[in-house]
């Protein structure tokens, strides 16, 4: 099971990160994810992270396109 699948699975996808993370995406863009789960504007890239690694980017995990 990946991070997304955990988040929301517990219903915390939507919930607010405790410092927003400013995500380089695959396709060079740069967006700021604010909450556990987040898409890329320009890709639609799923990104996620659970809430006890939330304190660091390195923990954020690509998990699919339109996941």
Excluded: Q, W
Aim: net charge negative; aromatic share 8%; proline share 6%.
């Amino acid at each position: 099971m990946n991070a997304v699948d955990k988040v929301r699975r517990k219903g915390i996808s939507t919930n607010t990160l405790p410092t927003p993370f400013e995500i380089m995406c695959e396709c060079d863009s740069v967006f700021t994810m604010s909450t556990h789960e987040a898409k890329c504007p320009t890709c639609d890239l799923v990104y996620g992270v659970t809430p006890c690694g939330a304190h660091s980017v390195e923990n954020v995990v690509a998990v699919g396109y339109n996941y």
